[in-house]
């Protein structure tokens, strides 16, 4: 009875399209938690690569500086008497002085992005909920129109403007190109 309601007021078409916008909206989240954990995974192993290399950088500067201050006072006299010599060698430990305490302060921030990359499991879990519940939805939408669906077919309109942003679902449509021989193909039979 409320299936043909619907039908007779003209609502199961707007069921037909909205049911069309839960499925695209249901792959747009999915995208949405996919993007999300390459990135976080991305970040998590660029912090990874980095603690090394940081903790690399400052001992080398350690070594340096204790290297440098046990220079011979012979050779500490003929250098504090040119300018030029002693100025850059002053400057070379303070630099290698400081590198330890700034090698710290950027671990400290690293630790920071593996924290806030930690979330990411968080939301999505959340995406895949809603995401749950958007399919359950979508489901009993369709089950609702399939009586309908049997009678006729009606035709639901895409809006195919210029913000459609990234194809979030490359098996839906047959006009997006997903890699580069794709794109070469295309490009050969328009002959360029």
Request: charged fraction near 15%; include cysteine; hydrophobic fraction near 40%.
């Amino acid at each position: 009875m409320l299936h043909n309601c619907l039908s007779e007021l003209g609502y199961d078409w707007r069921l037909r399209q909205a049911s069309h916008g839960i499925s695209n909206s249901k792959d747009g989240l999915n995208y949405i938690a996919s993007k999300t954990t390459q990135a976080a995974e991305c970040s998590l192993l660029a912090v990874e690569n980095a603690r090394p290399i940081l903790n690399n950088l400052s001992a080398d500067a350690a070594n340096l500086h204790k290297l440098w201050c046990q220079i011979p006072e012979t050779t500490a006299a003929i250098i504090a008497n040119q300018p030029t010599l002693n100025n850059a060698l002053k400057q070379t430990l303070d630099f290698l002085n400081n590198v330890s305490s700034q090698a710290a302060s950027t671990q400290a921030c690293l630790t920071e992005i593996m924290i806030a990359q930690n979330f990411h499991d968080l939301t999505g879990q959340v995406i895949q909920n809603i995401s749950r519940t958007i399919e359950t939805v979508e489901q009993e939408m369709l089950q609702l129109l399939a009586n309908d669906s049997a009678n006729e077919e009606k035709e639901i309109k895409l809006d195919n403007g210029l913000l459609n942003g990234p194809v979030v679902n490359p098996q839906k449509q047959d006009d997006v190109y997903v890699n580069q021989a794709q794109a070469d193909n295309l490009m050969t039979k328009l002959g360029l």
